[in-house]
């Protein structure tokens, strides 16, 4: 990622797999784990997810989330995602912590640009009875298309992430229960 080191330009710099640090000046760059959030939106007895519109995993599918901005809790930036991607939000005067269920969290690896980012993504699932194809308006440039499947007929091999892979399997075993 750094070549040479942003304080100093030295040649020096090295990353230990958490931290690049430069024995020349001390500087040190943390490349730590990055909050994402998903969810798996269910309705009548199907659930939502989009077709990758670009890479990672173009033509894959997915749940809408993505990246935690700086600033943002959990929440705020899964709320900004669902309306940024699909054009939906929760009803107006609900509480987002009330209206969302956590039900897994697994580490990622998100590879953009030739950087491999760790995340840890935080998957949420909520119940919106009467919402269809026709209700979702998906953002041109990172969204291709979506659909509504059984959770059971999902394959794991066309979904873009293993985190994503991992969610859905942990949605069926929170159907069982």
Same mark, same amino acid.
């Given at each position: 990622?750094?070549?040479?080191?942003?304080?100093?330009?030295?040649?020096?710099?090295?990353?230990?797999?958490?931290?690049?640090?430069?024995?020349?000046?001390?500087?040190?760059?943390?490349?730590?784990?990055?909050?994402?959030?998903?969810? @798996?939106? &269910?309705?009548?007895?199907?659930? /939502?997810?989009?077709?990758? #519109?670009?890479? =990672?995993?173009? %033509?894959?599918?997915?749940?809408?989330?993505?990246?935690?901005?700086?600033?943002?809790? @959990?929440? &705020?930036?899964?709320?900004?995602? /669902?309306?940024?991607?699909? #054009?939906?939000? =929760?009803?107006? %005067?609900?509480?987002?912590?009330?209206?969302?269920?956590?039900?897994?969290?697994?580490?990622?690896?998100?590879?953009?640009?030739?950087?491999?980012?760790?995340?840890?993504?935080?998957?949420?699932?909520?119940?919106?009875?009467?919402?269809?194809?026709?209700?979702?308006?998906?953002?041109?440039?990172?969204?291709?298309?979506?659909?509504?499947?059984?959770?059971?007929?999902?394959?794991?091999?066309?979904?873009?992430?293993?985190?994503?892979?991992?969610?859905?399997?942990?949605?069926?075993?929170?159907?069982?229960?």
């Amino acid at each position: 990622m750094f070549k040479y080191c942003p304080s100093c330009a030295s040649e020096k710099i090295t990353f230990n797999g958490k931290n690049f640090f430069c024995p020349d000046c001390g500087f040190t760059y943390y490349h730590n784990t990055a909050a994402a959030s998903g969810c @798996i939106i &269910e309705s009548g007895g199907k659930v /939502l997810l989009l077709v990758r #519109g670009k890479e =990672p995993s173009i %033509g894959k599918l997915d749940v809408p989330g993505g990246f935690v901005d700086p600033g943002e809790g @959990i929440l &705020e930036g899964l709320c900004r995602e /669902l309306k940024e991607e699909i #054009g939906w939000t =929760p009803p107006a %005067g609900v509480n987002p912590a009330q209206y969302f269920t956590l039900f897994a969290s697994f580490p990622n690896k998100y590879p953009y640009k030739k950087i491999i980012y760790n995340t840890c993504d935080v998957f949420f699932t909520v119940s919106v009875p009467g919402l269809t194809e026709k209700d979702i308006m998906p953002e041109a440039a990172e969204i291709s298309g979506v659909c509504f499947i059984r959770p059971q007929d999902i394959k794991a091999q066309d979904l873009a992430f293993d985190s994503t892979r991992r969610a859905v399997a942990a949605y069926l075993d929170y159907l069982k229960k």
